[in-house]
Structure formats: structure tokens, C-alpha cells
């Protein structure tokens, strides 16, 4: 298993440029999420989802769309870029179910994105 | 709202070292509490869990219990190795977490 994938590693954006985080997991995971890391902060909830067709919004989402349209996939959408929204992003993903095995979640290698 | 407060860092050390990482968080309820690490230029793994009160979670030689009285959460390891140097976070949640701001910690050989 590749776990969770995400691309790309490394992005530079122009203010007001647009583009697309790709997160990719092969777990069969029902629940997927998007956080931002940014200094001093810990990791803070974007957008999530429990499944195919269903996603809600976290503690920061403005500026991002998010859709799940496949179980595997979890694409993060920044519209209009600013430079506030440079920051490290991680998407995780994990199961659904409510048993203790739900708790753990795996987290991809994240995308260092700068927006100038 | 839930948060997390932990122990504001870098914390340095000695190879063999104690370790101990404080972490006390808020909760409406009586969440799962976690402590993540991230080791340099990786993602975030699980360290340990706990996921009810008095709950010890353990695994390469740290330690945390989950203390419903004091709302805490410390980390502790009783000799530090290199390796052991990383950023950790301690967390609640369950699917939706909520993260302190991480400690730095460096071992020294």
C-alpha cells in the first residue's frame, strides 16, 4: 500500500493564481480531511469528508473548495490565492467506523505551497 | 471551544535523558487524546492513544496518561535517543482533531 499520497511536494502560486492539491489514499478509507500547518499553530482542520459525495467545512475553509467525488481521492481547491494561505498542507484519512481502529489517522507527506 | 495547550519548546536534551512534554487540554466531553510525531520532512504518525480516562497509551518507550482530573495528557520517555529528535503534537478528537502547537525536541549525542 502507497498509504496516503500527495501532490505536489513543493508549489509556488501567484496572488490570485488558482490551484489543485491532489490527495490520493489506497486504504479504503471512508473519512478524509485537509489541515493547514503553519508556525507556531499546530495543524488546523480546512475542509473533511465521510464519505463519497458528502463534505463539510472545518475550522478555516474559507478560500478552499473541496469535493469527494471517489472514495480514493480528496482533492483541495484554493481559488484565489494569498499569501496568507502560504502554509504546509497534510491530508489524512482513516476509517469511519466507531470502533478504536477509527482513531488512527494516516497522514500524507504534505505540500509546502508559497503564495507571493 | 476544544483546544490543547502544550509545553512550548525547543526542548533540548542529552542522549539518556528524561523526557517529560506537558499537555493539558479543554473539551465539552471526554475526547480521545492522542500524541502525534513528525519526524523531519515527513508527515504526522501516531505516536500513542488513549482513548478513555486513566488509559495509559504507550509504544517505543513513551508513555501518557489520559488524567481526566487534570485534564492532562503528559508525554514522557525515560531515556532519550537521537532518533527521538522531532516535533510532537499532542491532540483530541476522534475523526476531526484538534492540535496543540507541537514541541521541538533535539537530542544531543
Known amino acids: 500500500n502507497a498509504g496516503v499520497t500527495q501532490t505536489p511536494k513543493f508549489q509556488v502560486l501567484k496572488t490570485g493564481q488558482s490551484m489543485t492539491l491532489q490527495c490520493a489514499q489506497d486504504?479504503?478509507?471512508?473519512?478524509m480531511s485537509w489541515y493547514r500547518q503553519d508556525p507556531g499553530m499546530g495543524l488546523r482542520l480546512i475542509h473533511y469528508s465521510v464519505g463519497a459525495g458528502i463534505t463539510d467545512q472545518g475550522e478555516v475553509p474559507n478560500g478552499y473548495n473541496v469535493s469527494r467525488s471517489t472514495t480514493e481521492d480528496f482533492p483541495l481547491r484554493l481559488l484565489s490565492a494569498a499569501p496568507s494561505q502560504t502554509s504546509v498542507y497534510f491530508c489524512?484519512?482513516?476509517?469511519?467506523?466507531?470502533?478504536?481502529?477509527?482513531?488512527?489517522?494516516?497522514f500524507g507527506p504534505g505540500t509546502r505551497l508559497t503564495v507571493t | 471551544g476544544d483546544s490543547v495547550t502544550q509545553m512550548e519548546g525547543p526542548v533540548t536534551l542529552s542522549e539518556e535523558a528524561f523526557l517529560t512534554i506537558n499537555c493539558t487540554y479543554t473539551?465539552?466531553?471526554?475526547?480521545?487524546l492522542f500524541w502525534y510525531v513528525q519526524y523531519p520532512g515527513e508527515g504526522l504518525q501516531l505516536l500513542l492513544k488513549?482513548?478513555?480516562?486513566?488509559d495509559k497509551g504507550s509504544n517505543k518507550g513513551f508513555e501518557a496518561t489520559y488524567r481526566k482530573e487534570t485534564t492532562s495528557f503528559h508525554l514522557e520517555k525515560g531515556s532519550v535517543q537521537v532518533s527521538d529528535s522531532a516535533v510532537y503534537f499532542c491532540v483530541q478528537g476522534a475523526q476531526k482533531l484538534v492540535f496543540g502547537q507541537g514541541t521541538r525536541l533535539t537530542i544531543n549525542p
Open positions: 473539551a465539552t466531553g471526554y475526547p480521545s
Open positions: 489524512a484519512s482513516s476509517y469511519s467506523n466507531l470502533g478504536p481502529s477509527s482513531y488512527e489517522q494516516y
Open positions: 486504504m479504503n478509507h471512508e473519512y
Open positions: 488513549a482513548t478513555k480516562a486513566d
